[in-house]
């Protein structure tokens, strides 16, 4: 079974819940008006218990996700080739070629603000990103298997010209 039949059952429970309270809450309001401080009394047991809930979903679900993290996996081999990206508004300094089948790490960071570095197959999918940031280098390693023109661009609000900060490598 794939993941999307998964995420539509957990949509559709979701969605029954979601609405199954908004009726208890219609319904309640329906009745006649309680003094304030049995609304208030109520009230912050509702909030305590809320918290509690919401708290007890985040761990769960913070929990339950981790195994999935991606970096983990995201070993560079010991061999891999080195190639540095600097990004600067609003551009893009880095190869212009790299090698096709072959472990590489790009080594990314910024001269100025936060920027990201979204890295779109010659399909037009994204194919990896990472963050660039100021006085940090963040190392990403792949391997491309399919040669071609990939397209670089910024994935991080960086100023006025963000929409226009590009660049791009050939993979051979």
Request: proline content about 8%; glycine content about 8%; some cysteine.
């Amino acid at each position: 079974m794939g993941e999307g039949p998964l995420v539509l059952k957990l949509f559709l429970v979701v969605a029954v819940v979601a609405i199954a309270a908004m009726l208890l809450v219609a319904l309640y309001g329906a009745r006649a008006p309680l003094p304030q401080g049995v609304v208030n009394d109520a009230g912050y047991r509702i909030r305590k218990l809320w918290l509690g809930l919401v708290l007890v979903v985040a761990a769960a679900a913070f929990v339950l996700t981790l195994p999935f993290f991606p970096y983990p996996w995201a070993q560079a081999s010991p061999g891999a080739r080195h190639f540095e990206v600097t990004a600067a508004q609003y551009a893009f300094v880095m190869p212009a070629v790299v090698p096709a089948n072959v472990p590489i790490v790009f080594d990314v960071t910024s001269q100025d603000v936060n920027h990201g570095f979204g890295i779109y197959a010659p399909d037009g999918r994204l194919f990896a990103q990472v963050q660039a940031m100021p006085d940090y280098v963040n190392h990403l390693p792949i391997e491309f298997h399919k040669k071609g023109h990939y397209v670089v661009r910024c994935l991080e609000f960086c100023g006025i010209g963000h929409a226009y900060m590009h660049g791009g490598f050939d993979v051979r």
